[in-house]
């Protein structure tokens, strides 16, 4: 491979400064979308654009654009990037990796005084995490044409503040322009799993994101006093809830590697020690790389709740409120990924990702791809998320290769 | 049966009238202790009581007596009652129909001018429910020198209010008398269970209340993304709170009919759909007559905790939160309380109250028993809570006979 070598000490200071914007005790960042933190870190990001010569733009729902033109600019740059807002108590790496590996890979082209054939484009989408506007992904949606402008810039956030009038307040809209054409996108990201880790791999080559389903599952039982009701009497709402949630996995167990199933919320009622619960509702959050074994788990999920209603004399109603189907990435930018990673010698694994990324919305509008990190014991959405210098310089590496890959055939020094 | 009878009729209004206080939009009540309402209860019941020639005085803790002299005032007195508090979202029947029934055996004997030999005492035990102040039973436990009277005082409410300030501003202390003796207690309440219903019973003559203990269990598993974390690799809290749930249920399947094992509250933590639950909190209340079945059952619980953490890769910290030894009442008054039922010809059954009353705590004082009368559905600390006023009217008959049975041998016309 040609391409100049990144800097992975430079890299990881750039970590080190932006994570100083809403830094938390335990090490961690509380960025919302749209905040005064978020704010911060865009003017520092679009100041650290500027500063190797790119052009820094916005559109209409806020994503910030930094643009690095290259020999034929009428062609649709080769873009890559990720977000740069954050859970409440998360972490320096989540999203923010891509954008500023984005970033070190633009500042080393800039070293060597290189100009690309293609344009490039490095990018912040706007409100990935969904926890102040929902749902997430909200800016690489609207790229895509996925959800009216009008729709994201009228959404009103947890604190009842419109995210048109905070995008304003911050100094980034919403008078920006329209969605363009990319030639292609790239999105580096640490893979939040510890399947690199634990496999000794360094470069997760992603193949596609994992359809997502949830199922709302409300149990009605009946209140009834502790002490006096006979166990065979009983209506319990959470002894079901309980019996469904083991059999959930032992079905998503039954269904595969790929297969995950979860039940991260439950809320009993009355929730009191000495009362029956008349009630209870739980999420189970499904997901696979193929419809057609969706459809199996759910119809599966669904018989399941009803058994446990039936087993315990309650009720079960279901409903299905979140369906995400799966996405297959671009096989040619796929296998950029996994050629770059051949090319340094680094221990690839090609896998399937598990959350949803802005990379699965525009995979729907440019040929599109994922480059996975290791991050220490699987760890996200937690202050303790962590990657190393190493493997963070390692996956810069492999995104500047493939941008070069892609961009700069016949790239002239 | 010499003793006259009771007024159906003017018992069932007299639950009507009490019934407008606190009232709730459907037929319930809302009275928590020492509040307006609660004062308002007060007011009324000691008015009642003073139109019938009692002398009506209060304890230090608000507990509220109303006294019939007999013929010997310087025995002890026969007495019976219960608690005009409610749940929040209580009935119109928990404690109050032990009261009232007790109003209306005193008002039949006032209709026939007759005196009884010891005296009576009808009495309103204060905060049975604990809804506001915490722990309930604490008048009865106050009365019966197993608490402090000082600690009693000192309580602060979940509203912040002091219990003392609070009695002092009510009208109802907190400068009353001591604690005095009583010859015997009877106190009638609803069942707040469906056996009496299910079983064609109209009297329940209950000989002891259940050992009560509460185990609760902290699950600690790892947040960690569902999306991207394959099941193998989960430390899912939640997944070993609904194994410890299905065990608990078959653990007290196992220990027989009289064991009641309960969870009723649990929390999750984060609580969020996408992450896999790192922590878990729940309460398991367990009941039992027998102490060496309620130490077996506590054994086999705290086993299945700590087998439910195993086997999700989780651990599990278990504290005992509350333990009420098993309560048998005295063998004269429950005898008193299955005859009178037989001499009126009322189908009637021997059973244990699963549930904590006062009566349990004036049991350690005085010869004490219960006298249970049949609810719809057997339920309780619910706005539906409901009996008949047949049934109201044939447990105050039971209550007269028995009192005047206790007091009366040799009553005067």
Request: hydrophobic residues 40%; contains cysteine; proline residues 5%.
């Amino acid at each position: 491979m040609n391409s100049p070598r990144i800097n992975q000490e430079r890299l990881w200071q750039t970590h080190l400064d932006l994570a100083r914007i809403g830094a938390l005790p335990d090490g961690g960042c509380s960025r919302a979308a749209l905040t005064d933190e978020d704010r911060r870190a865009r003017d520092l990001f679009a100041g650290w654009c500027r500063e190797i010569g790119c052009r820094v733009s916005v559109d209409r729902v806020g994503n910030l654009f930094a643009r690095r033109d290259g020999v034929e600019n009428g062609h649709p740059p080769v873009a890559c990037g990720s977000h740069l807002d954050t859970q409440p108590h998360g972490g320096r790496f989540d999203g923010i990796s891509g954008v500023l590996c984005g970033l070190e890979a633009f500042r080393t082209l800039h070293d060597h005084g290189i100009t690309t054939r293609l344009p490039l484009e490095l990018i912040d989408w706007t409100n990935e995490e969904g926890v102040r506007f929902r749902p997430g992904l909200l800016g690489s949606t609207a790229f895509a044409g996925r959800i009216p402008i009008d729709r994201v810039l009228a959404t009103v956030g947890t604190d009842g503040a419109r995210f048109d009038a905070e995008l304003e307040r911050i100094g980034y809209g919403p008078a920006g322009a329209a969605p363009h054409r990319l030639d292609s996108f790239f999105e580096l990201h640490i893979e939040q799993g510890p399947i690199l880790e634990n496999r000794g791999a360094r470069i997760g080559v992603v193949t596609g994101v994992q359809g997502i389903r949830w199922l709302e599952v409300e149990i009605e039982g009946v209140d009834a006093h502790a002490g006096t009701t006979p166990l065979p009497a009983r209506h319990d709402a959470l002894l079901a809830a309980a019996r469904l949630v083991d059999r959930a996995r032992a079905i998503g167990l039954d269904a595969g590697d790929d297969a995950r199933v979860t039940v991260g919320r439950m809320e009993v009622a009355p929730n009191s020690p000495s009362t029956i619960p008349g009630g209870a509702r739980l999420v189970i959050d499904f997901r696979h790389p193929e419809g057609a074994t969706l459809d199996r788990l759910e119809a599966r999920l669904r018989q399941a709740a009803s058994d446990a209603a039936d087993s315990s004399g309650t009720r079960a109603r279901i409903a299905k409120t979140l369906e995400v189907a799966p996405v297959a990435f671009d096989p040619a930018c796929v296998a950029a990924v996994q050629a770059a990673a051949e090319a340094r010698g680094l221990p690839s694994l090609r896998m399937l990702s598990g959350a949803a990324h802005d990379a699965m919305q525009i995979a729907s509008v440019a040929p599109t791809a994922m480059i996975f990190i290791p991050c220490k014991d699987g760890l996200s959405h937690n202050e303790a998320e962590s990657a190393t210098a190493e493997d963070l310089g390692a996956g810069c590496q492999v995104l500047l290769d493939v941008l070069l890959q892609r961009a700069a055939k016949g790239a002239v020094a």
